[in-house]
T-cell receptor, first 115, second 115 residues
């Protein structure tokens, strides 16, 4: 089965700083999802990447999928306290373009933003 | 669109008791997923439904676990004879369709504590 490794495991930054979270897969990624989770709550969908080299942005968050489709990064520009939380990458276990639907997640990256 | 709803939010029970959780997906979402999340880890897939059909169950889902989605709308997850190791956050997600273009939307989860 697919395994996802996230780095760093935790990150503490000062408000206004940029930061990057990485997600590396043991297999080729057919669909990569980024979610944010506040402690004790559910996951909030951020972005989905499917194609090698794809890049998507929403407000101050940019996600990229490398050409080989084995690594993704999430970049936050000018971080704010509202960005604090747990960021999770999830991979769609698919084969041949057919999605199995279920997601395999990384262990998460805990982001703290000090004002 | 009211989002995915899970009840109860918290459940505290004694070891050996049975518990049942409910998930109401986003209306018209034909796929429904159950995940389990323990502290410091990403969610782990348990099972999923397409309409009322249960298509896959993880090896994590022992015989004490059963899930249903009788009319293809809401779903229930029952755990019989609960054990200490069942303590976790149980997350439900739903999606529209069965291809990797559709992100899963999560509820806020049910936190189970076994005394």
């Amino acid at each position: 089965s697919q395994e996802l490794e996230q780095s760093p495991q935790s990150l503490i930054v000062q408000e206004g700083k940029n930061l990057t979270i990485n997600c590396t897969s043991s297999k080729t990624l057919y669909g990569l999802y980024w979610y944010k989770q506040k402690y004790g709550e559910g996951l909030i969908f951020l972005m989905m990447l499917q194609k090698g080299g794809e890049e998507k942005s929403h407000e101050k968050i940019t996600a990229k999928l490398d050409e080989k489709k084995q690594q993704s990064s999430l970049h936050i520009t000018a971080s704010q306290p509202s960005h604090a939380g747990i960021y999770l990458c999830g991979a769609d276990e698919s084969a041949g373009g057919t999605s199995y639907g279920k997601l395999t997640f990384g262990q998460g990256t805990i982001l703290t933003v000090h004002p | 669109d009211t989002g995915v709803s899970q009840n109860p939010r918290h459940k505290i029970t004694k070891r050996g008791q049975n518990v049942t959780f409910r998930c109401d997906p986003i209306s018209e979402h034909n796929r429904l997923y159950w995940y389990r999340q323990t502290l410091g880890q990403g969610p782990e897939f348990l099972t999923y439904f397409q309409n009322e059909a249960q298509l896959e169950k993880s090896r994590l889902l022992s015989d004490r676990f059963s899930a249903e989605r009788p009319k293809g709308s809401f779903s229930t997850l029952e755990i019989q004879r609960t054990e200490q190791g069942d303590s976790a956050m149980y997350l439900c997600a739903s999606s529209l369709g069965h291809n990797s273009n559709q992100p899963q939307h999560f509820g806020d989860g049910t936190r189970l504590s076994i005394l």
